[in-house]
């Protein structure tokens, strides 16, 4: 389980467009979570990752044997907010921009 620098130097790592296949990390939670529970797993299980049971990942996941996905998509929101090479402008403006809707909309409330 990654915590602290550890996971903010692995996200940081996964998120650089030094990294090949950075771009699906930067516009994914879901990608990067599972990169992250893969790598996860390789450590636990000394890589013998295809042995681990569907059943058996949940209850490492119960268990808090893995990274937190919390942790993760905090910590590429930090990472991305405090350095802007790492975020994909599409998906950043197009957060955004819906933010800027749902503001305008509530105002109506």
């Excluded at 602290?4 to 990067?32: F, I, M, W």
């Excluded at 929101?77 to 819906?98: F, I, N």
Aim: charged content about 35%; aromatic content about 8%; glycine content about 4%.
């Amino acid at each position: 389980m990654l915590t602290g620098k550890h996971l903010e130097d692995r996200v940081k790592n996964l998120l650089s467009p030094l990294q090949e296949g950075h771009k699906k990390y930067q516009t994914s939670d879901l990608a990067l979570m599972s990169r992250i529970w893969f790598d996860d797993l390789q450590k636990i299980s000394y890589g013998t990752v295809n042995q681990i049971t569907a059943l058996r990942f949940l209850d490492m996941l119960r268990k808090g044997e893995l990274t937190k996905s919390e942790s993760v998509t905090r910590c590429r929101r930090k990472l991305q907010a405090k350095h802007p090479e790492l975020r994909d402008d599409k998906v950043y403006k197009g957060r955004h921009s819906q933010a800027k809707i749902m503001r305008e909309k509530s105002q109506y409330y």
